[in-house]
């Protein structure tokens, strides 16, 4: 019984810590993600189109990512 119990909070703490990882790997490829993001859309806002740069200028930034 006693050794029973010891086996399932050993898989119990495998369970949780495997979740853990997890939860750090989506963690970090979500920064990646917004990092290449913020990098794409600064390049985007350094174009020379004058249209599209009336245009940002004319909205807030969260209306112009939307916009993208």
């Known amino acids: ?7 399932e909070v050993q898989r ?4 949780m810590e495997r979740r853990r990882a997890e939860l750090i790997a989506r963690q970090e490829a979500r920064k990646d993600y ?3 993001r913020a990098r794409d859309l600064s ?3 350094d174009t020379e189109d004058p249209k599209l740069n009336a245009y940002r200028k004319a909205l807030t930034p969260e209306q ?5």
Not at 12 to 15: D, H, V
Not at 64 to 68: M, N
């Open 12 to 15: 119990r703490r495998a369970e």
């Open 34 to 36: 917004e990092a290449e």
């Open 1 to 7: 019984m006693l050794e029973q119990r010891r086996l």
């Open 64 to 68: 112009f990512q939307q916009y993208l």
């Open 43 to 45: 390049e985007m806002l």
